[in-house]
């Protein structure tokens, strides 16, 4: 349990320090909200770490300290980058028959696939699975599920044609 005087002391520096906490999360992340949310973790961990915290001099270089190493973790993190975007990256048809004779031949060019190859592309690709996923259901390493599929796909697309090309992702969508 805090004792009074440590709430009134954290309040304080809140208070004061506030600001300038908020100036330093913005240029960090370079966004309102989530320079607020940055904020607020970092009064977080300032506020558990208080009873330690012997020189109260330095406290605003400590909280300012925590906000650069936690933006930095949040940026290592793969949804950081996530923005939302104004449309879909599917394409939609307005013909449901158009999309039905598209699936139709798609599938018909993915049977010409050898049988490892087109494992790898459909448990990849029409189970949502990821590699590591995918290599556990095959049997096999991380690596041979991505040779497989770059290979597959090469396959595929080349049985389709120019024509699909939009339909089948490229290698480096594959790698990446």
């Known amino acids: 349990m805090r004792r009074a005087s440590d709430v009134n002391a954290f309040s304080e520096f809140v208070e004061a320090c506030a600001p300038s906490l908020f100036r330093t999360a913005y240029l960090m992340v370079g966004d309102h909200q989530l320079a607020q949310d940055l904020v607020q973790e970092a009064l977080v961990k300032t506020l558990i770490a208080w009873p330690r915290l012997h020189d109260r001099a330095n406290l605003a270089a400590y909280t300012r300290r925590i906000i650069v190493t936690t933006s930095i973790s949040w940026r290592r993190r793969r949804s950081f980058h996530e923005r939302p975007s104004d449309r ?5 048809s307005d013909d449901p028959g158009e999309t039905v004779a598209t699936h139709d031949v798609v599938v018909a ?31 096999c390493s991380v690596g041979t599920v991505k040779s497989q599929v ?17 339909t089948v992702p490229t290698e480096r969508e594959v790698t990446s």
Do not use: H, N
């Open 88 to 92: 879909l990256p599917e394409r939609i």
């Open 109 to 139: 060019a993915l049977l010409t696939v050898p049988p490892r190859q087109r494992a790898a592309i459909v448990l990849r690709y029409y189970q949502d699975l990821s590699e590591a996923q995918t290599a556990e259901v095959m049997g």
């Open 150 to 166: 770059a290979a597959g796909l090469t396959k595929l697309r080349a049985a389709l044609g120019p024509v699909f090309d939009e």
